[in-house]
């Protein structure tokens, strides 16, 4: 009984010891896209609604999602899956971007875009939607909590592409159309294990020793 009571005892030290040695966390960011009014304006203009739709919302602009978290080092932030942003073009159909992550080494905000139209569907994978100037402060910061921002333009590649397929003719502007931004809370601190926690992972480990040496000599 005490020997059952004893291998309890050590398998609960030890699971308690090593909860509070692994605790640790990420930086939880957001992603704003915060368009420039000159550029809603225009299309609206020709007749081009824009909305959100899952985890994301557009208000004022500026269309925002939750991303993933960014821990130390990392050079990618995933927006949420659910997260879309949609352009429907009056009598045309509607565009829709999901899948966003914005990559820190080639400065990019790459996409899935589908296209809607009747009848007529076309599903682009992994386009580059956002040319991203350097952001500041550093990317790097993010990890740590705080906001870093950036302009950003519309990639005329990426999208030179997109409408290529679909047979549209427009110019792609190179000049900046509004302000990437990400806001990152800062992650909390692995908790400092108490003296009865450290007690209790050295019971546990006497207890393993203990038991090891009573089997050899067994």
Same mark, same amino acid.
């Given at each position: 009984?005490?020997?059952? /009571?004893?291998?309890?005892?050590?398998?609960?030290?030890?699971?308690? %010891?090593?909860?509070?040695?692994?605790?640790?966390?990420?930086?939880?960011? *957001?992603?704003?896209?915060? +368009?420039?009014?000159?550029?809603?304006?225009?299309?609206?203009?020709?007749?081009?609604?824009?909305?959100?739709? %899952?985890?994301?919302?557009?208000?004022?602009?500026?269309?925002?999602?939750?991303?993933?978290?960014?821990?130390?080092?990392?050079?990618?932030?995933?927006?949420?899956?659910?997260?879309?942003? *949609?352009?429907?073009?009056? %009598?045309?159909?509607?565009?829709? /971007?999901?899948?966003?992550?914005?990559?820190? *080494?080639?400065?990019?905000?790459?996409?899935?875009?589908? /296209?809607?139209?009747?009848?007529?569907?076309?599903? +682009?994978?992994?386009?580059?939607?956002?040319?991203?100037?350097?952001?500041?402060?550093?990317?790097?910061?993010?990890?740590?909590? %705080?906001?870093?921002?950036?302009?950003?333009?519309?990639?005329?590649?990426?999208?030179?592409?997109?409408?290529?397929?679909?047979?549209?003719?427009?110019?792609?502007?190179?000049?900046?159309?509004? *302000?990437?931004?990400?806001?990152?809370?800062?992650?909390?601190?692995?908790?400092?294990?108490?003296?009865?926690?450290?007690?209790?992972?050295?019971?546990?480990?006497?207890?393993?020793?203990?038991?090891?040496?009573?089997?050899?000599?067994?």
């Amino acid at each position: 009984m005490f020997k059952s /009571f004893f291998r309890t005892l050590t398998s609960v030290a030890l699971a308690t %010891g090593l909860v509070a040695a692994s605790s640790a966390a990420s930086a939880t960011t *957001t992603a704003d896209v915060a +368009f420039l009014p000159a550029l809603t304006d225009s299309f609206s203009f020709f007749g081009v609604t824009i909305s959100a739709s %899952g985890s994301g919302t557009y208000t004022n602009n500026t269309f925002s999602a939750a991303t993933s978290d960014l821990a130390a080092g990392g050079t990618q932030l995933t927006w949420d899956p659910s997260a879309a942003l *949609t352009f429907t073009i009056a %009598g045309n159909g509607a565009m829709t /971007f999901d899948g966003l992550f914005y990559n820190n *080494t080639t400065s990019s905000v790459v996409g899935d875009i589908h /296209f809607v139209n009747g009848d007529i569907k076309h599903d +682009f994978s992994d386009i580059t939607v956002f040319s991203v100037s350097p952001l500041t402060p550093a990317f790097s910061t993010l990890s740590t909590g %705080g906001a870093v921002s950036g302009a950003f333009a519309l990639s005329s590649t990426g999208l030179g592409t997109v409408t290529k397929t679909l047979g549209i003719t427009v110019p792609i502007p190179t000049q900046n159309v509004g *302000t990437l931004t990400f806001t990152a809370t800062a992650p909390v601190p692995a908790p400092v294990p108490e003296p009865t926690t450290w007690a209790l992972l050295m019971v546990g480990l006497m207890g393993v020793a203990a038991t090891k040496v009573a089997r050899r000599q067994g």
